[in-house]
Protein backbone atom coordinates (compact mmCIF):
# COMPACT_ATOMS: atom_id res chain seq x y z
CA UNK A 1 0.00 0.00 0.00
CA UNK A 2 2.71 2.14 1.02
CA UNK A 3 4.60 1.30 -2.79
CA UNK A 4 1.26 2.69 -4.80
CA UNK A 5 1.01 5.48 -2.65
CA UNK A 6 4.55 6.72 -2.90
CA UNK A 7 4.29 5.52 -6.90
CA UNK A 8 1.32 8.07 -7.16
CA UNK A 9 2.84 10.94 -5.34
CA UNK A 10 6.08 10.58 -7.66
CA UNK A 11 3.53 10.33 -10.69
CA UNK A 12 1.53 13.64 -9.87
CA UNK A 13 5.22 15.69 -9.05
CA UNK A 14 6.43 14.08 -12.65
CA UNK A 15 3.16 15.44 -14.28
CA UNK A 16 3.10 18.84 -12.61
CA UNK A 17 6.80 19.52 -14.15
CA UNK A 18 6.15 18.62 -17.41
CA UNK A 19 5.42 22.14 -18.82
CA UNK A 20 8.62 23.26 -16.47
CA UNK A 21 10.73 20.45 -17.96
CA UNK A 22 9.44 20.51 -21.65
CA UNK A 23 9.65 24.24 -22.14
CA UNK A 24 12.29 25.25 -19.61
CA UNK A 25 14.57 26.86 -22.37
CA UNK A 26 11.52 29.42 -23.14
CA UNK A 27 10.69 30.83 -19.95
CA UNK A 28 9.47 34.04 -19.06
CA UNK A 29 10.51 36.21 -16.38
CA UNK A 30 7.76 36.20 -14.11
CA UNK A 31 7.72 39.54 -12.14
CA UNK A 32 7.66 39.85 -8.15
CA UNK A 33 4.32 38.18 -6.91
CA UNK A 34 2.59 41.36 -4.88
CA UNK A 35 3.78 43.93 -7.56
CA UNK A 36 0.98 42.59 -9.35
CA UNK A 37 -1.72 44.17 -7.08
CA UNK A 38 -0.26 47.63 -8.36
CA UNK A 39 -0.44 46.91 -12.21
CA UNK A 40 -3.80 48.03 -13.12
CA UNK A 41 -3.19 45.86 -16.46
CA UNK A 42 -4.26 42.89 -14.93
CA UNK A 43 -7.50 44.01 -13.68
CA UNK A 44 -10.43 43.10 -15.01
CA UNK A 45 -14.22 43.84 -14.33
CA UNK A 46 -17.47 42.07 -16.32
CA UNK A 47 -20.70 40.58 -15.48
CA UNK A 48 -22.97 38.01 -16.08
CA UNK A 49 -25.46 35.32 -15.69
CA UNK A 50 -26.22 33.08 -12.76
CA UNK A 51 -27.84 29.77 -12.66
CA UNK A 52 -28.43 28.20 -9.40
CA UNK A 53 -29.59 24.56 -8.49
CA UNK A 54 -31.22 23.49 -4.72
CA UNK A 55 -34.31 21.86 -3.54
CA UNK A 56 -36.56 22.54 -1.02
CA UNK A 57 -38.77 21.02 0.97
CA UNK A 58 -42.09 20.98 3.40
CA UNK A 59 -45.97 20.67 2.49
CA UNK A 60 -47.29 20.73 -0.86
CA UNK A 61 -51.18 20.60 -1.43
CA UNK A 62 -52.44 18.05 -3.57
CA UNK A 63 -55.23 18.35 -5.96
CA UNK A 64 -58.19 16.25 -8.09
CA UNK A 65 -58.17 16.93 -11.78
CA UNK A 66 -60.90 19.88 -11.04
CA UNK A 67 -58.22 22.06 -8.58
CA UNK A 68 -60.31 20.40 -5.81
CA UNK A 69 -58.28 20.72 -2.69
CA UNK A 70 -57.53 16.38 -1.58
CA UNK A 71 -54.93 17.55 1.52
CA UNK A 72 -51.22 18.04 1.91
CA UNK A 73 -47.94 15.89 1.71
CA UNK A 74 -45.12 16.52 2.55
CA UNK A 75 -42.43 16.30 -0.31
CA UNK A 76 -38.76 17.24 -1.30
CA UNK A 77 -38.43 18.82 -4.81
CA UNK A 78 -35.35 20.63 -6.50
CA UNK A 79 -35.63 24.38 -7.30
CA UNK A 80 -33.99 26.47 -9.91
CA UNK A 81 -33.26 30.28 -9.92
CA UNK A 82 -31.91 32.57 -12.49
CA UNK A 83 -29.93 35.97 -12.20
CA UNK A 84 -27.58 38.27 -12.74
CA UNK A 85 -23.80 39.65 -11.27
CA UNK A 86 -20.75 41.85 -11.57
CA UNK A 87 -17.35 40.94 -11.47
CA UNK A 88 -13.98 42.91 -10.55
CA UNK A 89 -10.67 40.94 -9.98
CA UNK A 90 -6.99 40.03 -11.31
CA UNK A 91 -4.53 37.24 -11.44
CA UNK A 92 -1.27 37.28 -9.73
CA UNK A 93 1.55 35.34 -11.82
CA UNK A 94 3.90 33.58 -9.55
CA UNK A 95 5.39 30.47 -11.49
CA UNK A 96 6.20 30.47 -15.46
CA UNK A 97 5.78 27.26 -17.11
CA UNK A 98 7.07 28.31 -20.41
CA UNK A 99 7.52 30.97 -23.16
CA UNK A 100 3.85 32.17 -23.00
CA UNK A 101 2.12 30.18 -20.23
CA UNK A 102 2.23 30.80 -16.29
CA UNK A 103 0.88 29.56 -12.74
CA UNK A 104 -1.13 32.51 -11.07
CA UNK A 105 -3.21 33.24 -8.12
CA UNK A 106 -6.52 34.26 -9.22
CA UNK A 107 -8.98 36.55 -7.16
CA UNK A 108 -12.31 38.29 -7.64
CA UNK A 109 -14.78 39.89 -6.07
CA UNK A 110 -18.42 38.95 -7.88
CA UNK A 111 -22.01 39.88 -6.37
CA UNK A 112 -24.89 38.00 -7.77
CA UNK A 113 -28.79 38.55 -7.73
CA UNK A 114 -30.61 36.06 -8.61
CA UNK A 115 -34.45 34.71 -8.19
CA UNK A 116 -36.06 31.08 -6.71
CA UNK A 117 -39.79 30.83 -8.15
CA UNK A 118 -42.39 28.37 -7.72
CA UNK A 119 -40.84 27.13 -4.33
CA UNK A 120 -45.18 26.34 -3.33
CA UNK A 121 -45.90 23.68 -6.06
CA UNK A 122 -49.04 21.55 -6.04
CA UNK A 123 -49.47 18.23 -6.82
CA UNK A 124 -51.95 17.39 -9.63
CA UNK A 125 -52.30 15.03 -12.25
CA UNK A 126 -49.86 12.54 -10.83
CA UNK A 127 -46.48 14.81 -11.16
CA UNK A 128 -45.61 18.88 -9.31
CA UNK A 129 -47.44 21.88 -11.07
CA UNK A 130 -47.08 25.55 -10.59
CA UNK A 131 -49.25 27.14 -7.92
CA UNK A 132 -51.91 29.78 -9.24
CA UNK A 133 -50.01 32.38 -6.59
CA UNK A 134 -46.35 31.43 -6.79
CA UNK A 135 -43.83 32.16 -4.03
CA UNK A 136 -40.96 33.20 -4.94
CA UNK A 137 -37.33 34.13 -2.89
CA UNK A 138 -34.39 36.33 -4.10
CA UNK A 139 -31.29 36.05 -2.93
CA UNK A 140 -28.35 38.40 -2.88
CA UNK A 141 -24.77 36.95 -3.07
CA UNK A 142 -21.38 37.79 -2.10
CA UNK A 143 -18.85 35.52 -3.12
CA UNK A 144 -14.83 36.07 -3.50
CA UNK A 145 -13.02 33.15 -5.44
CA UNK A 146 -9.89 32.42 -5.13
CA UNK A 147 -7.37 29.48 -6.91
CA UNK A 148 -4.94 28.86 -9.02
CA UNK A 149 -4.90 29.24 -12.60
CA UNK A 150 -2.65 27.60 -15.62
CA UNK A 151 -3.03 30.53 -18.09
CA UNK A 152 -1.19 30.84 -21.60
CA UNK A 153 -1.69 33.07 -23.87
CA UNK A 154 -2.27 36.92 -24.54
CA UNK A 155 -2.95 37.77 -20.96
CA UNK A 156 -0.49 35.46 -19.61
CA UNK A 157 2.17 37.63 -20.35
CA UNK A 158 0.28 41.35 -21.10
CA UNK A 159 1.07 40.97 -24.90
CA UNK A 160 -0.62 42.33 -27.64
CA UNK A 161 1.25 39.97 -30.26
CA UNK A 162 -0.72 37.20 -29.43
CA UNK A 163 -4.29 37.11 -30.37
CA UNK A 164 -5.83 34.37 -28.01
CA UNK A 165 -5.30 32.76 -24.49
CA UNK A 166 -7.12 30.38 -22.11
CA UNK A 167 -6.91 29.25 -18.18
CA UNK A 168 -8.09 26.58 -16.28
CA UNK A 169 -8.68 27.15 -12.52
CA UNK A 170 -9.62 25.68 -9.70
CA UNK A 171 -10.25 26.84 -6.05
CA UNK A 172 -12.46 27.61 -3.11
CA UNK A 173 -15.32 30.09 -2.48
CA UNK A 174 -16.24 31.79 0.47
CA UNK A 175 -19.21 33.78 0.39
CA UNK A 176 -22.41 35.17 2.08
CA UNK A 177 -25.82 34.77 0.65
CA UNK A 178 -28.99 37.13 1.66
CA UNK A 179 -32.48 35.42 0.97
CA UNK A 180 -35.99 36.94 1.37
CA UNK A 181 -39.47 36.12 -0.10
CA UNK A 182 -40.83 38.15 -2.79
CA UNK A 183 -44.13 39.93 -2.11
CA UNK A 184 -44.44 38.23 1.70
CA UNK A 185 -44.84 41.25 4.26
CA UNK A 186 -43.76 41.16 7.86
CA UNK A 187 -40.22 38.49 6.59
CA UNK A 188 -36.93 39.77 7.78
CA UNK A 189 -33.90 38.09 5.18
CA UNK A 190 -32.41 35.08 6.46
CA UNK A 191 -28.72 34.73 5.86
CA UNK A 192 -26.41 32.04 4.21
CA UNK A 193 -22.99 31.41 4.70
CA UNK A 194 -20.76 28.89 2.82
CA UNK A 195 -17.65 27.45 1.60
CA UNK A 196 -17.45 25.91 -1.23
CA UNK A 197 -15.15 24.60 -4.33
CA UNK A 198 -15.57 25.73 -8.19
CA UNK A 199 -13.83 24.80 -11.41
CA UNK A 200 -13.36 27.63 -13.96
CA UNK A 201 -12.32 27.90 -18.21
CA UNK A 202 -11.96 31.18 -19.38
CA UNK A 203 -11.25 32.10 -23.33
CA UNK A 204 -10.10 35.42 -24.28
CA UNK A 205 -9.24 37.27 -27.40
CA UNK A 206 -7.30 40.68 -28.10
CA UNK A 207 -9.04 43.19 -30.21
CA UNK A 208 -7.66 46.10 -29.11
CA UNK A 209 -8.65 45.34 -25.27
CA UNK A 210 -8.48 41.74 -23.87
CA UNK A 211 -12.13 40.23 -23.76
CA UNK A 212 -13.11 37.08 -21.84
CA UNK A 213 -15.65 34.15 -21.96
CA UNK A 214 -15.60 32.54 -18.82
CA UNK A 215 -17.55 29.52 -17.35
CA UNK A 216 -17.41 29.02 -13.51
CA UNK A 217 -19.15 25.99 -11.64
CA UNK A 218 -19.46 25.61 -7.85
CA UNK A 219 -21.23 22.81 -5.65
CA UNK A 220 -21.79 22.88 -1.99
CA UNK A 221 -24.72 22.74 -0.03
CA UNK A 222 -25.86 26.22 2.36
CA UNK A 223 -29.22 26.49 3.89
CA UNK A 224 -30.88 29.52 2.70
CA UNK A 225 -34.59 29.26 3.83
CA UNK A 226 -36.38 28.14 6.85
CA UNK A 227 -39.37 29.51 7.25
CA UNK A 228 -41.42 27.17 10.33
CA UNK A 229 -45.19 28.25 9.64
CA UNK A 230 -47.49 28.92 7.22
CA UNK A 231 -47.91 31.56 4.61
CA UNK A 232 -51.59 32.58 3.76
CA UNK A 233 -52.13 32.41 0.30
CA UNK A 234 -49.02 30.78 -0.20
CA UNK A 235 -48.40 27.66 1.82
CA UNK A 236 -50.05 25.44 4.79
CA UNK A 237 -46.75 25.06 6.41
CA UNK A 238 -42.72 24.50 6.70
CA UNK A 239 -40.61 25.86 3.77
CA UNK A 240 -36.78 25.35 3.54
CA UNK A 241 -34.65 26.56 0.64
CA UNK A 242 -30.84 25.02 0.48
CA UNK A 243 -28.49 26.35 -2.60
CA UNK A 244 -26.72 23.32 -3.73
CA UNK A 245 -24.72 24.32 -6.94
CA UNK A 246 -24.93 27.12 -9.57
CA UNK A 247 -23.36 27.65 -13.16
CA UNK A 248 -21.81 31.04 -14.42
CA UNK A 249 -21.01 32.59 -17.78
CA UNK A 250 -19.60 35.91 -17.49
CA UNK A 251 -18.15 38.22 -20.45
CA UNK A 252 -15.22 40.27 -18.85
CA UNK A 253 -12.90 43.08 -20.18
CA UNK A 254 -9.45 43.56 -18.95
CA UNK A 255 -9.82 47.68 -19.60
CA UNK A 256 -6.65 48.64 -19.49
CA UNK A 257 -5.12 46.11 -21.45
CA UNK A 258 -5.04 48.52 -24.55
CA UNK A 259 -2.13 49.77 -22.62
CA UNK A 260 -0.08 46.84 -22.99
CA UNK A 261 3.56 46.00 -24.91
CA UNK A 262 3.85 44.62 -28.10
CA UNK A 263 6.69 43.33 -26.62
CA UNK A 264 8.24 43.33 -23.38
CA UNK A 265 10.99 42.14 -20.61
CA UNK A 266 9.87 38.63 -20.82
CA UNK A 267 8.74 38.71 -23.95
CA UNK A 268 11.43 39.78 -26.42
CA UNK A 269 11.20 36.82 -28.71
CA UNK A 270 8.26 36.39 -31.96
CA UNK A 271 8.98 32.82 -32.01
CA UNK A 272 11.11 29.88 -29.65
CA UNK A 273 13.91 31.27 -32.03
CA UNK A 274 16.14 32.77 -29.93
CA UNK A 275 17.78 34.64 -33.06
CA UNK A 276 14.25 35.67 -34.20
CA UNK A 277 13.63 39.42 -32.36
CA UNK A 278 10.71 41.39 -32.49
CA UNK A 279 10.97 44.25 -35.41
Known sequence: MNLIRKTGVAIVFVLALLPELGLAQYMHRVSPFWSNLSNTKRYEI?????????????PVRALDGSDN????????RAATGSGFGGIFGLCLPFKATGH????????????????????????????????????????MQVMLPI???????????????????TAFGAGVIPQIMSTSLVNVSGFEPQWGYGLTPYAKFDWAIFTGFCWKLRFMYTAGSINLLDVNHRIPGSNDGQVDLRYNSSFMASLIIMPFSGGWSETAYYNTYDTYNQHDRFN
Not at 69 to 76: I, V
Not at 109 to 133: C, D, H, I, R
Not at 147 to 165: H, M, P, Y
Open 46 to 58: GGGIIMPAGQSSG
Open 69 to 76: YLGDTTMT
Open 100 to 139: ISCWAVAAQLQVNMFTWTNMNPVYKNGGLEAASKSLDAAT
Open 147 to 165: GIDWKVGNDAILTKRLTFA
